[in-house]
């Protein structure tokens, strides 16, 4: 039996980033015809929404789309069916040849298709294409990791103004190992549901591999801070809480965790608290590579919904030198026991934000993120007997970070000094 090639062949359909391509450079080059027609029309949205009588928002939206370089970030700006209608509408009025109507009426037909074939609608296309594009698409990513941040306020009834992670790494007394001093907290921190007990702070020292090689153990640095009868004292920093200090419970964990909870609560501003802790932790990590460690880390760990994560990484000038630190941020939805960087790259997410040097001494630290800060940092000084200007000060900020994941900002580990060099 013979069969037909013809009969039996099927026509591939092209993949969402060949088929996106080729239609919104057809749309944004039919938008930027209609827009050349108009004498003396120059592609800025107050311009375009003067010269078609259109809405402002509308102006823009071509006018972004127009001057878009990526096309598959055309499709961020692109207005809704009765937008495009309307933008037509406004081009006849200014008398725009009519083949060139037609031909933009054409490519928004092929920008409908688009959606109905690779996505649901709109939104999700938009989504996609974002995610494809040749580079971040920076108020994408704001847009829906703060429509996240509201929906996961109501789900696990907290949020937070700003979650502040800064550590400070210094030479410890053991050859070879560094200090680690830990200044952590929230600012606005509420509950949106009533009596919701938190764990605020959650903390270990591991190897690369995810070992616990040395057990974690701290010691606060405002040691008038006292436990309250049969349980340990949660280093909080008084000076800089808001009061009546915030209640809390510490408790050792599975994996050698150390957690600091917030204790059930009332709703609301009025409720709402501010809790900084500081604690040193001593010879917790060599500063040199070995076989267990190629990188030095420090690891903000997402678990609550807040506006602005600040991370910040104050490194004394004898450990490392200047470095040059990367952001990374891991998923942590997955079932394996949670380590500070899985180190696996299906586990990374992509963010837009980077590591910024900021200088030296403590008043390059100041963010409108956290009231006081370059006062916390300097009272972290005074207690570990520290020269603030001999630090160099790394930080990372995420608006509306994602959760749960590790925001990790690492750097590469130096060579141990051969012996006899100094």
């Known amino acids: 039996m013979s069969m037909n090639r013809d009969e039996t062949s099927t026509i591939e359909t092209p993949s969402l980033e060949e088929d996106a391509k080729r239609v919104l450079l057809m749309v944004r080059n039919a938008f930027a015809a209609i827009l050349e027609a108009v004498p003396g029309l120059e592609p800025r949205a107050q311009e375009v929404t003067e010269a078609l009588a259109i809405p402002r928002k509308l102006g823009w939206q071509i006018a972004k789309a127009v001057c878009e370089s990526d096309p598959l970030l055309v499709g961020r700006y692109l207005p809704a069916r009765g937008g495009m209608n309307a933008f037509l509408k406004g081009a006849a009025r200014r008398n725009v040849p009519k083949k060139l109507i037609e031909s933009a009426a054409a490519a928004v037909k092929e920008y409908e298709r688009l959606i109905n074939v690779h996505a649901d609608d709109r939104a999700s296309l938009k989504m996609m294409l974002s995610a494809c594009a040749s580079r971040a698409d920076v108020q994408t990513d704001g847009e829906w990791r703060k429509a996240a941040f509201m929906g996961n306020s109501y789900i696990w009834g907290v949020r937070a103004k700003t979650q502040l992670k800064a550590h400070f790494l210094f030479p410890g007394a053991e050859h070879g190992r560094m200090d680690i001093a830990s200044l952590r907290g929230f600012i606005g921190l509420r509950r949106m549901r009533p009596n919701v007990p938190w764990v605020i702070a959650r903390a270990r020292c591991t190897d690369d591999d995810g070992k616990v090689r040395r057990p974690f153990a701290s010691q606060a640095l405002d040691t008038a801070h006292t436990a309250e009868e049969g349980s340990e004292a949660v ?63 420090v690891v903000g760990r997402m678990r609550t919904p807040c506006e602005a994560l600040v991370l910040d990484q104050l490194v004394h000038e004898d450990l490392f030198g200047r470095i040059s630190p990367e952001l990374i941020v891991y998923s942590e939805l997955s079932d394996r026991p949670s380590i500070p960087f899985p180190g696996m790259e299906h586990d990374r997410l992509p963010v837009s934000e980077s590591v910024e040097y900021l200088g ?35 930080r990372a900020v995420l608006l509306y970070p994602p959760i749960p994941t590790s925001v990790v900002m690492s750097h590469e580990l130096p060579e141990a000094p051969a012996v006899g060099e100094p």
Not at 244 to 253: G, W
Not at 256 to 284: H, M, Q, Y
Not at 370 to 389: C, N
């Open 235 to 297: 280093p909080l920093l008084r000076e800089f809480c808001s009061k009546p200090l915030p209640r809390f419970r510490r408790t050792v964990r599975q994996y050698g965790f150390v957690e600091d909870e917030l204790v059930e609560g009332p709703v609301g501003n009025t409720a709402a608290i501010t809790c900084i802790t500081g604690e040193i932790s001593r010879g917790v990590a060599s500063y040199y590579r070995s076989e267990h460690n190629r990188c030095g880390a």
């Open 360 to 394: 030296r001494e403590p008043s390059v630290v100041y963010t409108p993120h956290v009231p006081r800060y370059a006062e916390m940092v300097q009272y972290m000084f005074d207690k570990l007997g520290l020269d603030g200007e001999r630090f160099d000060v790394y």
